[in-house]
């Protein structure tokens, strides 16, 4: 009797791999945004392997511009998407997504590029440039970190359509669905783009025009081999460094490490030197807003209420600890900068002194709002702000801000990891005795 077809071997599995290809299939209609809420929130696979085989191309075109060697390019992209698979819960402007893996890529690469430096300066010359191929010569690493360097210093509204045009290789009218642009904004803020990268590139001595280096930035095909490594390692990765161990490669992983870390110390670093100040100067806003206000009759007992925080306040508070996306930040370099930041609150006005930049002081004004849960600080700045919240226990005061001056407003007055916020712990200080 002949095998019938659910009888033959590796039947099951073919079934399988047929049923995850349509899954995947059906995962790439949907947008970026979508499938970063299916991986982040239901740790859905597919979604992931989505993502990969959407920005790959880009990715990988990055790091094979920016390095010498193939196995430093694969090791790059591999890190670039164990990052994303760390941090995908994080990400606030998830459909401008081309724009953030294209910054991690330069991070990544740039680190790797570090690295591959300091490798070709321990070994002999000779056998260094005989293990680097004539394709890898071609690639010309210094003008690519050159012209990448200046992409990612143009502003915002020109670097966006940049990246998908130019970097992922999407056509005007897909990035101005994309971005929710009309094309001819698109178009217009492309030519603004070459003009700008082009004046940028001559002032740095390079010849070459930008539409002919933008030319060879098109996105490069990615190994199978490579994507299906990547997508294993990733999905191990994203629940945790250990079990990654084996998946992914060495070099993928400690530069995915560094990278990891290195973002968390920038974004604390970026707070010691301005929105720290902003964020504790939300407790100004407490006297601010009290002056502001007409001053209830003695008989409101009602319209008293929301002054208790404000005269609760009234006093020098000094920063005891600091935490970001649930880890303790107090003993790091950039913690002990924040560490020891004095806010003196009075009737008129709030003055922070930090301990970074030979005590700078700052004066802010805030509103806030002590009816909501949790209460909320809001810096109002023209048409910007920046929305905190804050608890008042005693001599405890307690502020967590987003790490982003545009993130969302915190939901409670602690961190954890992914979220993007900062809580920064407060404790009144004693008044001197005369």
Known sequence: MGESITDMPHMPDMLHALGDAEGVQGMRSLSDSQLLEQFALHRNERAFEALLHRHGPLVFSVCRRMLFHRQDAEDAFQATFL???????????????????????????????????RRRAREPQDGDL?????????????????????????????????????????????AAAQLQWPVGTVKTRLARAREMLCARLTRRGVALTAVLLLAGTLPAAVPAALLEGTFRASLKFAAGTASAVGAATPQSLALATGVLRAMLLTKLKTLSAGVLAVVLA?????????????????????????????????????VEAVEVEGRDMSDTDEGKKIKGSVLTVTADEMT???????????????????????????????????????????????????????????????????????????????????
Not at 95 to 101: A, F, G, Q
Request: proline letters at 6%; glycine letters at 8%.
């Open 352 to 434: 922070i002194v930090t301990m970074e930049g030979g005590g700078k002081k700052t004066t802010y004004k805030y509103k806030l709002n002590p009816a909501v849960k949790p209460k909320a600080i809001d810096r109002i700045d023209g048409a910007d702000s920046i929305e905190s919240v804050y608890s008042l226990d005693g001599d405890t005061l307690k502020i967590c801000a987003p790490m982003m001056k545009d993130g969302p407003r915190p939901t409670e007055v602690a961190t954890r990891e992914g979220s993007n916020t900062s809580l920064f712990v407060l404790k009144r200080q004693a008044k001197e005795k005369k």
């Open 282 to 318: 939300g407790v100004g806003g407490l006297a601010y807003h009290g002056l502001a206000a007409d001053p209830p009759s003695k008989d409101d007992k009602k319209a008293a209420a929301p002054k208790e925080d404000k005269d609760a306040i009234l006093g020098t508070w000094v």
């Open 83 to 117: 990052v994303l698979a760390r941090k995908a819960g994080g990400i606030t402007r998830r459909s401008l997504l081309s724009n953030w893996l294209y910054g991690v890529a330069l991070r990544v690469a740039g680190r790797a590029r570090k690295n591959a430096l």
């Open 130 to 174: 005989a293990a680097v191929t004539r394709e890898e010569m071609s690639a010309n690493p210094e003008l690519a970190a050159l012209l990448h360097e200046e992409v990612q210093r143009l502003p915002d509204k020109y670097r966006k359509p940049v990246v998908l045009c130019y970097l992922e290789g999407r056509t005007n009218e897909e």
